[in-house]
């Protein structure tokens, strides 16, 4: 079956500028995450869905950062105001359950000019 | 909350050895430990995990040990071949999300 989808898959934007990156995990998955990766880097959690509860967004940088999850499926992250610190890939994976294993979108490579 | 440490940064062996990367955790609530595999440019992929009621598991070249008691885990591969090039990645969960350690990048050479 079809896996963790992004896209864009490379989003190049203007300093001050929004974007919004999109995730739509695997069917049925009811866990999805979004992760930050910058170069050569390892994966910085960023938020996290499970179902209908309360998101765990604990691990967003800054309130210029925002994800939802409408219908308990696609996920939209939203930079606003983006910095060239921003730059860097965008993962997001999903699980069947919580604490489940983990399968991994391709990414969006974000580049702040 | 969860610390992964992960050690070396950077592993050369050659082709045909055997390199072990090792992880330690904070949390004694961890009970679920995969490790993933991401090649230059592409998506991490999980290639083997444990859960806390394993010390040990084996899928072919690559094993995995689990010390509870020390908190700390291994990736074991045996008989290395290029194609094992990769960044790995270990982690450990604790409560609803995962934490990564800081990556080992794996450089098979001939």
């Known amino acids: 079956g079809a896996g963790v989808s992004q896209s864009p898959s490379n989003k190049v934007t203007e300093k001050g500028k929004d974007v919004e990156l999109r995730c739509d995990p695997i069917?049925?998955?009811?866990?999805l995450y979004w992760y930050r990766q910058s170069l050569g880097q390892g994966l910085e959690f960023l938020i996290y869905?499970?179902?209908?509860?309360?998101?765990?967004k604990s691990g967003l940088p800054s309130d210029r950062f925002s994800a939802e999850r409408t219908g308990g499926s696609v996920s939209t992250l939203t930079i606003q105001r983006t910095q060239q610190e921003d730059s860097a890939v965008y993962l997001c994976?999903?699980?069947?359950?919580?604490?489940?294993?983990?399968?991994f979108g391709p990414g969006t490579r974000l580049t702040v000019l | 909350g969860e610390n992964v440490e992960q050690h070396p940064s950077t592993l050369s062996v050659q082709e045909g050895d055997s390199a072990v990367i090792k992880c330690t955790y904070s949390?004694?609530?961890?009970?679920?430990f995969p490790w993933y595999k991401q090649e230059l440019g592409k998506r991490p992929q999980l290639i083997i995990d444990?859960?806390?009621?394993?010390g040990e598991k084996k899928d072919q070249r690559i094993a995995v040990t689990l010390n509870k008691t020390a908190k700390h885990f291994s990736l074991h591969i045996t008989e290395t071949q290029p194609e094992d090039s990769a960044v790995y990645f270990c982690?450990?969960?604790?409560?609803?999300?995962?934490?990564f350690g800081t990556g080992t990048r794996l450089q098979v050479t001939l």
């Open positions: 994976a999903s699980s069947f359950l919580q604490g489940d294993t983990q399968y």
């Open positions: 949390d004694s609530a961890s009970n679920y």
């Open positions: 069917s049925g998955h009811t866990a």
């Open positions: 982690a450990a969960k604790a409560s609803s999300k995962l934490t």
């Open positions: 444990i859960r806390s009621n394993v």
């Open positions: 869905f499970q179902g209908n509860s309360a998101p765990d």
